[in-house]
């Protein structure tokens, strides 16, 4: 088993920014890779940004955040950053860590195992 503790949401104002953090209790493996997710009420859970421990290569996709976001990672420290500027209100979310990737579609929530307990993020005026 894998724990995942998230910290860093709450209420930001539009165009601002905020920083996720997740630590992890363990590392399941050096290929691992730790992803973001969000969700919004009434909303599929989306894909963010994802990164490989291992590598520290960041990994956007098809993001709807993608060009206001960077994610990290500190090996030494089992945690995992995500980092959103120039914030939206359509930013506002839970959102999620997890780890335990079991396949290459690291975009794909289905294919971690292993999750936070998520953090509301609201993006308000």
């Known amino acids: 088993q894998v724990q995942l503790v998230e910290s860093g949401g709450g209420l930001v104002q539009i165009g601002g920014s905020l920083s996720l953090s997740c630590v992890a209790s363990?590392?399941?493996?050096?290929?691992?890779?730790m992803g973001w997710f969000r969700q919004a009420p009434g909303k599929e859970r989306e894909f963010v940004a994802a990164?490989?421990?291992?590598?520290?290569?960041?990994?956007y996709g098809d993001s709807p955040v993608r060009g206001r976001c960077t994610v990290a990672v500190d090996g030494s420290k089992n945690t995992a950053y995500l980092h959103i500027y120039r914030l939206k209100p359509e930013d506002t979310a839970v959102y999620y860590c997890?780890?335990?990737?079991?396949?290459?579609?690291?975009?794909?929530?289905?294919?971690?195992?292993?999750w936070g307990q998520g953090t509301q993020v609201t993006v308000s005026s």
């Open positions: 997890a780890t335990g990737l079991v396949s290459e579609r690291i975009t794909n929530s289905m294919d971690y195992t292993y």
């Open positions: 363990r590392r399941t493996s050096r290929d691992d890779a």
């Open positions: 990164i490989r421990w291992a590598s520290n290569s960041p990994f």
